[in-house]
């Protein structure tokens, strides 16, 4: 019944010609479930930050997997963590030594200690090989708080879903992305988005097709009604009209 996609948004307004500071992001996984050619949410940056660890991220080698080294969940929904319990025991080893950190708001860390890392549906990799030295770390991240790795900062937003849940705004010195994460209609993401100076590419999450829009608000979702034409791929550096 339900089947997410991604739209992509990308800005060309006031794009530099040259520039060293560019971002690789690879769609893994886009679908509200599984099947045939159907993997759920999950897009890595470059070759070390994934955003949401959904049933994608199994398209990635043992070496590629070992290479992650940031995990940002936008909510605690199966299909954006359903890879993260089988990821750490895919590169175990490469992680004794240099653990995982998943940054998440701590309603999200919550529900993972509570749910799933607790010894009945998985081991408590929290704890393992030791507690003082685990293969996983979970690192909270409140709306409003942002964290710097390599080069990128990502900026955590509040957005409005059935559970507590987050976007990212992705910045380096001249590129910013925006993911919306499962949302709704909020008037919390787009205020961020309009103050950043540009918006290159802007990631959409929506769940349902049009003849189901009447579920989308129970879900705490969006459905892929056409973008108004103020959100032309020519230029989104200014978001206006009324996006979800």
Request: charged share 20%; glycine share 8%.
């Amino acid at each position: 019944m339900r089947s997410a996609s991604l739209v992509l948004l990308q800005g060309r307004a006031g794009r530099p010609d040259t520039g060293t500071n560019w971002m690789k992001l690879r769609v893994l996984g886009c679908s509200g479930g599984i099947g045939a050619g159907l993997k759920t949410t999950s897009t890595l940056i470059d070759e070390d930050l994934l955003i949401d660890a959904g049933t994608g991220v199994g398209d990635l080698s043992l070496d590629q997997l070992a290479r992650i080294r940031h995990v940002f969940l936008t909510h605690s929904h199966i299909d954006h963590i359903a890879s993260l319990p089988l990821m750490l025991d895919s590169v175990y080893d490469q992680l004794v030594q240099n653990p995982l950190m998943v940054h998440a708001r701590h309603e999200t860390i919550d529900a993972l200690r509570k749910h799933l890392f607790n010894d009945v549906l998985w081991p408590d990799f929290t704890r393992i090989p030791t507690a003082e030295n685990p293969v996983i770390r979970f690192s909270p991240l409140a709306p409003g708080e942002s964290v710097q790795v390599g080069e990128r900062t990502l900026l955590s937003v509040d957005v409005r879903h059935s559970v507590p849940a987050v976007g990212y705004v992705l910045q380096t010195a001249e590129r910013t992305v925006g993911f919306s994460g499962d949302t709704t209609t909020n008037k919390t993401l787009w205020p961020v988005l309009n103050a950043c100076q540009r918006v290159d590419v802007l990631v959409i999450e929506v769940s349902f097709p049009n003849s189901l829009e009447e579920l989308a608000p129970r879900w705490g979702t969006t459905v892929r009604r056409p973008w108004p034409k103020t959100w032309s791929a020519s230029s989104i550096s200014r978001i206006s009209g009324s996006p979800p």
